[in-house]
């Protein structure tokens, strides 16, 4: 029998019409940090994307067309330095996309068994374990998570992330994963300080 996590976050809730809207979001904040001058030399901001070659497991291959990241450099002559905003469909540097990051992790802990969640996902097992890490550790360090627990009361369970917070979070399946990476945006980028201010407002 199936436990809720799997049910609640099955794959085939994540359809192109999902991954469209991300990379809606994505091309809104690209939008809106453009309008702003380069943080070095005030200079103005251009497109500057560059390839990503992101994977999608087997919970999501639909996204693996997702072979942008939305980027901007600076126009002026001798600065040229690269804003990166934040994205919800790329999860940092993380060759899987954001999507399967929650995912995927979600399943592995709703089925306790690394082969099952494995064969489910397509992801590999140590991978998963890098990320149950990564949910466990230096997520609940971060700007984002202490943001969320001040808002959610009682705060989510730590043990039980990223279940404990989609749980929380309104709408379809799809909707609390797209939700929940808008929440995750600013941990995506370094080159762009207070990146959740571009994204406030677009999902």
């Known amino acids: 029998m199936r436990r809720p996590e799997v049910a609640m976050f099955d794959p085939f809730e994540m359809r192109r019409e ?17 309008e702003e001058p380069c943080r070095d030399c005030g200079g103005p901001l251009y497109r500057g994307d560059y390839p990503r070659k992101p994977r ?20 002026r002559e001798g600065c040229r330095r690269r804003t990166t905003p934040p994205s919800v469909r790329f999860l940092g540097r993380r060759v899987y996309i954001g999507a399967v990051v929650v995912m995927a992790s979600a399943v592995m802990l709703a089925t306790r068994a690394v082969h099952s ?10 991978t998963m374990r890098r990320w149950r890490r990564w949910w466990r ?35 379809e399946p799809a ?10 945006a600013p ?17």
Not at 117 to 126: I, L, M, S, Y
Not at 192 to 201: E, K, M, T
């Open 187 to 203: 941990l995506t980028t370094t080159s762009c300080p207070d990146g959740s201010r571009l994204v406030r407002g677009t999902m």
């Open 18 to 34: 999902f991954f469209e809207g991300l990379t809606a979001v994505d091309d809104a904040i690209v939008k809106r940090a453009s």
């Open 137 to 171: 550790g230096p997520f609940t360090e971060s700007a984002p998570f202490v943001d969320l627990s001040a808002r959610l009361v009682p705060p989510p369970e730590r043990s039980r992330l990223p279940v404990s917070l989609l749980e929380r979070l309104a709408g």
């Open 56 to 75: 999608g497991g087997a919970m999501c291959g639909a996204a693996e067309g997702f072979d942008r990241r939305f980027s901007l450099c600076c126009g």
């Open 175 to 184: 909707e609390r994963v797209g939700r929940l990476l808008t929440w995750l």
């Open 117 to 126: 969640a494995v064969t489910a996902t397509g992801v590999p097992a140590r």
